[in-house]
């Protein structure tokens, strides 16, 4: 695995990326950072070129003001001009949490680009509207509270407040966060961004949850079943809106299966895509 900057539209932007093959994004989750695929990119990567980027306002990305704009409208723009930055025509797509998000609204206005989608851990896109402002609030408590005060042992409770095992978030991991957490940018940030998704009117245009019908590509749904973020109830009801879906559900596993469970993630993802 690799790391890498690009200037995204005066955005420095940072990066992950390996291997050579069909291209696959990685989109994680909000107020984390790229490097919640460090147990998934090298496996992937022996399969795909593998691309997993720092967000807006994320890891070792900068941030620009919203201008008014929901955060989904802002990251999804950056995240695009990413792709089109580094020369990405065609590619399968996964994302966790809110990049699940992001990735389906990739697809919604990019279909032609996109081959095949995985959607994991996502109450961004299968909670009812009024479920996920209450999701997004939760969210917000869990992660200012390492924020705000920046250690590893806040950085270590966020993480165990949603995982099965807080075992399986290794110290690398959460040093990893501590550096990013530092930077006077990314609180003020998360929180612009964390506002702006818990407005309801302003972030109406983007829920996925109202788009699942119009999603018609081969999609993998991938749920923890212990996850306290994203109900597993919510995603089987949600694969079933979705016209070429399969759903996986991954036993004693929270918010994050690419992390607590790694190799079956990996396994999991591969076959899919392979098809």
């Known amino acids: 695995m690799r790391a890498a900057f690009v200037d995204v539209d005066g955005i420095r932007t940072r990066y992950l990326y390996e291997g050579d093959g069909p291209p696959l994004l990685l989109a994680h989750g909000l107020g984390i ?37 929901a955060g989904h409208a802002a990251i999804l723009e950056h995240f695009a001009a990413w792709t089109d930055a580094l020369g990405i025509g065609e590619y399968h797509a996964c994302g966790s949490s809110y990049g699940a998000g992001i990735a389906s609204l990739l697809y919604l206005q990019r279909p032609e680009a996109m081959k095949k989608l995985i959607i994991v851990g996502a109450s961004s896109v299968f909670r009812p509207s009024t479920e996920q402002q209450q999701g997004f609030s939760k969210s917000y408590q869990n992660a200012t509270s390492a924020l705000r005060d920046p250690s590893f042992e806040t950085c270590r409770q966020r993480m165990a407040n949603v995982c099965y095992d807080e ?34 009117e302003l972030s109406a245009p983007y829920r996925v ?7 018609a590509l081969p999609t993998l749904v991938i ?53």
């Open 167 to 200: 075992s399986s978030v290794d110290d690398a991991f959460m040093l990893v966060q501590l550096s990013s957490y530092a930077q006077d940018y990314i609180l003020p940030a998360y929180e612009t961004i964390a506002r702006a998704n818990m407005d309801i």
């Open 33 to 69: 950072s790229a490097d919640c695929w460090a147990r998934n990119i090298d496996v992937l990567a022996q399969h795909f070129s593998v691309f997993a980027p720092d967000l807006l306002g994320h890891g070792f990305t900068r941030f620009r003001d919203l201008g008014g704009r």
């Open 223 to 275: 749920t923890g079943r212990d996850d306290v973020r994203a109900p597993v109830q919510n995603a089987i009801d949600g694969h079933k809106r979705i016209p070429d879906s399969e759903i996986a559900i991954f036993d004693r596993c929270g918010h994050m299966p690419m992390m607590e469970h790694p190799d079956r993630f990996n396994e999991t993802v591969i076959e899919f895509l392979r098809r």
């Open 209 to 215: 949850v109202d788009k699942l019908e119009r999603i």
